[in-house]
C-alpha cells in the first residue's frame, strides 16, 4: 500500500506556471506508475497524465500536451507536474495517483492524494 500527499497548488494568473510534487509513503514507490487527474467545480474527475515506474514512458491527455510534463525521483519517493502556460480552464483540484499497473490509455489508479487547488485566473 501507498499513501500520498499532494502539495503545490495555488493561485496563478494565466500564462504562468506551477510545480506540484506529491510525495509517497512506502519502499515500493519505485514499483507503481504514478500520475495526476482533475477535478473542476461540477464535472467528474478525469485523466491529466501519467508516467510509468521507471519514468522512461508518459501519456498525456490532449488538452495539457507541449504545456504539462510529469517526472519522478524514485529516490525521493516523490512525482511532479510542471505546469506551464495555465488557462483559467486548468482549474480543478489536482489529484495525485498511483497504480502498479502502467497503462498509456484508461489508467486506472488504485490510490489517491488527497487534492491541491489549482486557480488559474483571467
Known amino acids: 500500500q501507498v499513501q500520498l500527499v499532494d502539495s503545490g497548488g495555488g493561485l496563478v494568473q494565466a500564462g504562468g506556471s506551477l510545480r506540484l510534487s506529491c510525495a509517497a509513503s512506502?519502499?515500493?514507490?519505485?514499483?507503481?506508475?504514478m500520475g495526476w487527474f482533475l477535478q473542476a467545480p461540477g464535472k467528474e474527475r478525469e485523466f491529466v497524465i501519467v508516467?510509468?515506474?521507471?519514468?522512461?514512458?508518459?501519456s498525456y491527455a490532449d488538452s495539457v500536451k507541449g504545456r504539462f510534463t510529469i517526472s519522478r525521483d524514485n529516490a525521493k519517493n516523490t512525482v511532479y507536474l510542471q505546469m506551464n502556460s495555465l488557462k483559467p480552464e486548468d482549474t480543478a483540484v489536482y489529484y495525485c495517483a498511483a497504480a502498479m499497473e502502467y497503462r498509456r490509455i484508461g489508467w486506472s489508479p488504485d490510490y489517491w492524494g488527497q487534492g491541491t487547488q489549482v486557480t488559474v485566473s483571467s
Open positions: 512506502g519502499r515500493t514507490f519505485s514499483r507503481y506508475a
Open positions: 508516467i510509468n515506474s521507471s519514468g522512461g514512458s508518459t
